[in-house]
């Protein structure tokens, strides 16, 4: 049997698969995409290339694996901030703000460029399916708020989320950005809202 570098099999290859995101990852940043190969990933991660594709069946399956690698985390986050609320105005404002904090935190920015330019239609969609797990949650919480036009009310709320979340990307300071967002949501869903 080879030698494993954990404690079991499972933590041997979750450990490995890793390295492999990362050194991709790396070689991504520094690089790009077009020097995104089996060989460079294999030499980077400092594992034999016959091997890798224990991991993944394509490069294409490994960059869906970088660009898709915070997304649970990210949806976890938001999940949990909207639980933690009482109240379905809260709920809202949890969401907008968990949002721009998972913006913040990690490397959406590059993650972003990376789905605008290089990926497949395949991978695409899954990015498009990760997506819809939070506009899920958001309509969800729209539900509850109970507004006159749901569908517009979301796609507002969502449309601040994505505004923010670029000027976070471009580098804007994440409180400022936080505390804007939280305002126009507020505002968008202050009582007389519907009736103005």
């Keep these: 049997m080879p030698k494993i570098e954990a404690g079991s099999v499972r933590e041997h290859r979750a450990k490995r698969l890793a390295r492999l995101i990362d050194a991709a990852e790396a070689i991504l940043n520094e690089d790009g995409v077009e020097n995104l190969t089996a060989g460079a990933v294999a030499a980077r ?7 890798i594709y224990r991991y993944f069946d394509s490069i ?3 960059l869906e694996l970088v660009v898709t690698r915070e997304f649970p985390a990210w949806v976890t986050a938001v ?7 009482a109240t379905p105005r809260a709920r809202a404002a949890a969401y907008v703000r ?4 998972q913006a913040a935190r990690g490397t959406h920015g590059r993650r972003a460029s990376l789905s605008r330019g290089s990926l497949s239609d395949r991978v695409r969609q899954r990015v498009r399916d990760l997506h819809g797990s939070l506009h899920r949650a958001l309509e969800g919480v729209v539900a509850e708020l109970g507004p006159a036009q749901p569908e517009l009310t979301t796609a507002v709320i969502q449309a601040v989320v994505d505004a923010c979340v670029r000027r976070i990307d471009q580098g804007d300071d994440p409180a400022e950005v936080t505390s804007f967002a939280l305002r126009a949501v507020h505002r968008l869903l202050a009582p007389d809202a519907d009736r103005q």
Excluded: K, M, P, T
């Design 79 to 85: 999940e949990d901030a909207i639980a933690a609320e």
């Design 60 to 62: 294409e399956d490994l």
């Design 45 to 51: 991660a400092g594992i034999a290339r016959n091997s």
């Design 98 to 101: 968990a949002n721009v904090e």
